[in-house]
Nanobody, 123 residues
Framework: QVQLVESGGGLVQAGGSLRVSCVAS????????MGWFRQAPGKEREFVGA????????MYADSVKGRFTISRDNAKNTVSLQMNSLKPEDTAVYYC????????????????WGQGTQVTVSS
């Protein structure tokens, strides 16, 4: 079992930046590929980006490419999502997820999920 706990969400003005993090426990973190997803009210959960086990590879949804950056620190069991140039449409609950496959956007292929952290971007 893996437990994931997100933190760092909040309220920010459009154009601002925010960093959300996720700490994992219960299993060797470096053996897990990590992903970030988000879900806005009334919408399906959508893929934001992912990072490989080593952290050497990342991929992003087109909607966030160039604005968001995912990183991980395997020594601290932490994965982070740095969000810059935020837009009101980025408002959502952000979830980190862990699984065996790097880069998949399919929620069903992630085995473990955090509880989510709210990010609100005001216009």
């Amino acid at each position: 079992q893996v437990q994931l706990v997100e933190s760092g969400g909040g309220l920010v003005q459009a154009g601002g930046s925010l960093r959300v993090s996720c700490v994992a426990s219960g299993r060797t973190f470096s053996a897990l590929a990590m992903g970030w997803f988000r879900q806005a009210p009334g919408k399906e959960r959508e893929f934001v980006g992912a990072i490989s086990r080593s952290g050497q590879s990342t991929m992003y949804a087109d909607s966030v490419k160039g604005r968001f950056t995912i990183s991980r620190d395997n020594a601290k069991n932490t994965v982070s999502l740095q969000m810059n140039s935020l837009k009101p449409e980025d408002t959502a609950v952000y979830y980190c997820a862990a699984g065996p496959i790097f880069g998949t956007y399919r929620t069903s292929l992630y085995d473990y999920w955090g509880q989510g952290t709210q990010v609100t971007v005001s216009s």
